[in-house]
Structure formats: structure tokens, C-alpha cells
């Protein structure tokens, strides 16, 4: 079955850029969608179809897919980012998300 | 906007059938440009999605799950439906309704909103 491999864990300084991969075999030919999860509350979408913001969504977010790997960029990363992020993709008829990266924001 | 609640027991014992309901509100299951999906996060660890029901009844299943899955939906109440049979302290999760946004020819879907979620749990 389909892998799509996130690290568990990323932390990064206010104000700096986070970057968090995903990587799955030929990913940059499926579209990929992003979610933000906080403590307690239901996923948010944040990006879809590689690189498009949901609504509501800050500029500060973007998105992009190439080769095996896809990857959500926070430019001027806030506390209030700091969340579970998944990134999710279609393969063989079924929905796989990866495994999630918990953003830390120190 | 379209919200979206699920229902049901917080509690079922092993080997019986979990059954959730997903009410939608702000918006209508008969529309065509949507699937209507459950997707489930164990305690602590990440999400998996169980499958989706289209307004037309056409329906997709994870394979991991299929042979205890069904879900159904009810335009006449606006609402779609889950059940998962022959449970174990497996299937103990928090379960959510979510709308897909279907995106054809390629599967660029996602999916916005997400239902609050309940968590059930499996024990005797």
C-alpha cells in the first residue's frame, strides 16, 4: 500500500520559516492537500491541490509538490502555527494521509 | 456555511457494530459536487480515512476496512451514516464526518469542513 512519510517533529524560532516534507513515491504527480490540527479541535484545511490556500488561510502558508516530495512552507512562523500537520493523497482509489509533524514553535 | 455533526454511542462493546450519524446543516448531501466521508484518529496517533458515500450511493471503502464498513445516506434527512461491524479496542478513535469536494478528471478532492468528532470507545 501507499506510504506518505512526514518527520515527526519540527520546531523552528518565531519569525523564522518552517518547512515540512512529505515524501511519497512519485508524489509530485498527485495532488496533495495539507492539514493543520490543534489540541482538542478537528483538523483545518490549509492547502490543496499542492499549492492552493483554503480560505481563511494566512499568506504565511504555501505549498508545493515536485518529484517524491511535498512540502508546506510557514513564512514568519507565529506561536499560534505551533499544531499536528498532515498532508494527505490519492492512490490506487483510496485516501492515505501521512503520519503527521507536530511543529513546535520555541 | 455547512456544518457538520456526528451522533451516536460513545461506548461499544467488542465484536458488536459501531453506528455513527453525520447530520449536515448550511448545506445539502444531494449535491453533486460533494462526497461525504468518515475518517478516524486513534488516541494519539494520526488520521485514516474509512471511505465515502456519494448522494447517488456510490460508495468506496478502504481496503483495510472493507469488510466491515458501510456507509449510507439519507437525503431525506440530509444526513449520511456508519457502521462498522465485528469491533475490537482497535477501532477505539475519535470519528469524524467531513465533506469531500470532488474534483474530476484528476482525484484533486479535499476535505473542508470536518465534523467536531467523537471519540468512541470499545470495551467490555
Known amino acids: 500500500s501507499y506510504e506518505l512519510t512526514q518527520p515527526p517533529s519540527v520546531s523552528v524560532s518565531p519569525g523564522q520559516t518552517a518547512s515540512i516534507t512529505c515524501s511519497g513515491d512519485?508524489?509530485?504527480?498527485?495532488?496533495v492537500c495539507w492539514y493543520q490540527q490543534k489540541p482538542g479541535q478537528s483538523p483545518v484545511l490549509v492547502i490543496y491541490?499542492?499549492?492552493k490556500r483554503s480560505s481563511g488561510i494566512y499568506e504565511r502558508f504555501s505549498g508545493s509538490n515536485s518529484g517524491n516530495t511535498a512540502t508546506l512552507t510557514i513564512s514568519g512562523t507565529q506561536a499560534m502555527d505551533e499544531a499536528d500537520y498532515y498532508c494527505?493523497?490519492?492512490?490506487?482509489?483510496?485516501?492515505?494521509f501521512g503520519g503527521g509533524t507536530k511543529l513546535t514553535v520555541l | 456555511q455547512v456544518q457538520l455533526q456526528e451522533s451516536g454511542p460513545g461506548l461499544v462493546k467488542p465484536s458488536e457494530t459501531l453506528s455513527l450519524t453525520c447530520t449536515v446543516s448550511?448545506?445539502?448531501?444531494?449535491?453533486?459536487?460533494?462526497?461525504w466521508s468518515w475518517i478516524r484518529q486513534p488516541p494519539g496517533k494520526g488520521l485514516e480515512w474509512i471511505g465515502y458515500?456519494?448522494?447517488?450511493?456510490?460508495?468506496n471503502y478502504n481496503p483495510s476496512l472493507k469488510s466491515r464498513v458501510t456507509i449510507s445516506v439519507d437525503t431525506s434527512k440530509n444526513q449520511f451514516s456508519l457502521k462498522l461491524s465485528s469491533v475490537t479496542a482497535a477501532d477505539t478513535a475519535v470519528y469524524y464526518c467531513?465533506?469531500?469536494?470532488?474534483?474530476?478528471?484528476?482525484?484533486?478532492?479535499?476535505?473542508?469542513?470536518w465534523g467536531q468528532g467523537t471519540l468512541v470507545t470499545v470495551s467490555s
Open positions: 467531513v465533506r469531500e469536494t470532488v474534483v474530476v478528471p484528476a482525484p484533486g478532492d479535499w476535505f473542508d469542513p
Open positions: 512519485k508524489l509530485g504527480d498527485k495532488f
Open positions: 494527505q493523497a490519492w492512490d490506487s482509489s483510496t485516501w492515505v
Open positions: 448550511g448545506g445539502s448531501v444531494s449535491s453533486g459536487r460533494y462526497y
Open positions: 491541490q499542492d499549492t
Open positions: 458515500i456519494s448522494y447517488s450511493g456510490t460508495s
